[in-house]
């Protein structure tokens, strides 16, 4: 099936699920002791209030102390949200990369053909407690100044049912990984059509892990192999923008009689 981007929210990343869980059972000890001191200077002095008074009020407190760090764990609040922490730590295998045309079914209804680019990988989050949630994207060089100042394109996920016939089994994006853990499957995009005859060969393309919990993104070359955190580059995000020069048709005349 294929699988779209979507957008989430940026919480902080580090789980304190066991802290939370420490702090909620603290408060909840502490809201019956509290309680029964409020108790006993009730039954002591008949003119004490039951309710208004300062540890029955503090009983209250605890009591919902102890709730909030209770759906803190069950929501994995990060107990320092002001805390930046750094792209998760990734291992990225590349098993095998496929050039596949096939076609599928237009708007209108009949057949159109479309050349997808396939990546069988494996994600893994090598970090101790650092979860993630990825979304790979695949940018393809272009023959400079053949669009523009563009020079990659931008291939999204194909946004029709892959048929079964290809075999694929596409990862879906964004990709939920807690520490530890690993997801197997193929990164298939859509190279798109107006792209064909302005990508030079042999390709030159990049795959950019964007982790949506940190808003931190990697570039990593698509090609076969395995990539450790240590390999990969910062990225800013987008496709590479090209000089001015190739602003129009003039200009690349000009650079291609320099050549």
């Known amino acids: 099936m294929a699988f779209a981007l979507i957008s989430v929210r940026l919480p902080a990343v580090r789980s304190y699920r066991e802290l939370w869980l420490w702090l909620g059972g603290l408060f909840l000890a502490l809201f019956p002791f509290l309680a029964a001191i409020a108790i006993a200077y009730f039954l002591k002095d008949t003119h004490y209030s039951l309710i208004w008074n300062g540890w029955m009020l503090a009983a209250f407190v605890s009591f919902l102390a102890a709730f909030t760090c209770f759906f803190g764990a069950l929501k994995e609040w990060s107990f320092l949200p002001a805390a930046r922490l750094d792209f998760p730590d990734i291992k990225v295998d590349v098993y095998g990369v496929s050039t596949i045309d096939t076609e599928h079914e237009a708007g209108t209804g009949l057949a159109a053909p479309a050349r997808l680019r396939s990546f069988t990988v494996r994600l893994t989050n090598t970090s101790a407690e650092q979860y993630a949630s990825l979304t790979a994207l695949l940018y393809i060089k272009l023959i400079p100044g053949s669009w523009g100042r563009v020079g990659e394109a931008v291939c ?10 290809l075999g694929l ?32 060969e042999p390709m030159n393309a990049r795959l950019e892990l964007w982790d949506q919990l940190t808003g931190k993104r990697v570039n990593l070359p698509a090609e076969i192999g395995a990539h450790e955190k240590d390999d990969m580059v910062p990225s800013s995000g987008g496709a590479e923008t090209l000089g001015p020069e190739y602003e129009s048709p003039a200009g690349q005349e000009a650079d291609a009689g320099q050549a």
């Open 169 to 200: 089994n596409p990862i879906g994006m964004p990709c939920a990984l807690s520490p530890g853990n690993a997801a197997s499957g193929q990164l298939v995009y859509e190279i798109p059509s107006y792209y064909l005859d302005k990508i030079p």
């Open 156 to 165: 999204p996920p194909p946004e029709w049912t892959l048929p079964p016939s």
